[in-house]
């Protein structure tokens, strides 16, 4: 009696399982941008921009060379995330003063990884580092396990922000 109880215990434990990692599956793709775009940006203070192809294409491009997780060389190519940011509205230079330097960005993924930058991180006027929104990798688009789009930090020394598969861009207030 004991190993039914245990057969069907497990057996409805593997059933529930199933099921959640379904639902959290649904709702990344959920979360995905819609109509062709390539990511949705929103937030606080801008106005709700979806990024396509053609918006990639009319920004300038950048390419840097980095190495990937894994330490191999690489050349990625896209553009500057601080542009993107720019055509929705996001303030830098002198509008980023005041309550604004409270401002923060998230970015998503579509495996619901999430990572948070600080404005001024991303903003010329403060720095010269330069974050890339990579769609392609030594001279091909990404791998598919990368996304259409991927985040390059190619300053930093661990590469926990260099986000695969970058979906959403928000900008929120600190200590909300």
């Not at 990404?142 to 598969?165: C, F, I, M, N, Y």
Request: hydrophobic fraction near 45%; glycine fraction near 10%; charge should be positive.
């Amino acid at each position: 009696m004991n190993c039914q109880k245990s057969r069907a215990l497990m057996g409805a434990f593997s059933l529930l399982l199933a099921l959640a990692l379904s639902l959290s599956g649904a709702q990344g793709q959920n979360a995905s941008p819609q109509n062709g775009a390539l990511l949705t940006i929103g937030g606080e203070g801008i106005r709700p921009f979806q990024l396509t192809v053609a918006d990639m294409t009319k920004l300038p491009r950048r390419t840097v060379r980095a190495k990937d997780h894994d330490g191999r060389d690489a050349i990625f190519e896209g553009v500057e995330l601080y542009e993107v940011l720019k055509l929705a509205g996001v303030p830098f230079g002198q509008d980023l003063r005041g309550d604004k330097m409270a401002l923060l960005l998230l970015v998503e993924a579509a495996d619901g990884y999430k990572v948070v930058f600080a404005l001024p991180e991303i903003d010329r006027a403060f720095t010269d580092r330069m974050i890339l929104l990579a769609d392609r990798r030594d001279g091909k688009p990404l791998p598919t396990q990368e996304g259409t789009l991927r985040l390059v930090v190619p300053d930093e020394k661990r590469h926990a922000r260099w986000v695969r598969q970058v979906i959403k861009l928000s900008v929120l207030r600190a200590g909300r």
